[in-house]
């Protein structure tokens, strides 16, 4: 599955650091989903990752956008 993780500057040096981002990890299933919660939030840079196992959060709305992966993820692309 594909998500897209919102982060800082900071965390995302974290994670070039570290080599991966520690599970668990939200996402957004769709890039529109993740700009508004980047705005939201003041988060800057949107991670594209992939996962094989994402489970729906539902606490955020609109339900079934956003996800979480009990996966690390050791590969992203900045968006």
């Given amino acids: 599955m594909i ?44 991670l594209k990752i992939i996962c094989n196992l994402a489970y729906p959060l539902s606490d955020h709305r609109p339900l079934y956008h956003s996800y979480w992966t009990p996966e690390n993820i050791k590969k992203w692309e900045v968006i």
């Fill in 3 to 46: 998500l897209y993780h919102c982060t800082t500057e900071k965390k995302l040096q974290k994670y070039k650091h570290t080599g991966c981002i520690l599970m668990p990890v939200r996402g957004w299933a769709y890039l529109e989903s993740a700009k508004n919660w980047n705005k939201k939030t003041g988060r800057t840079i949107i």
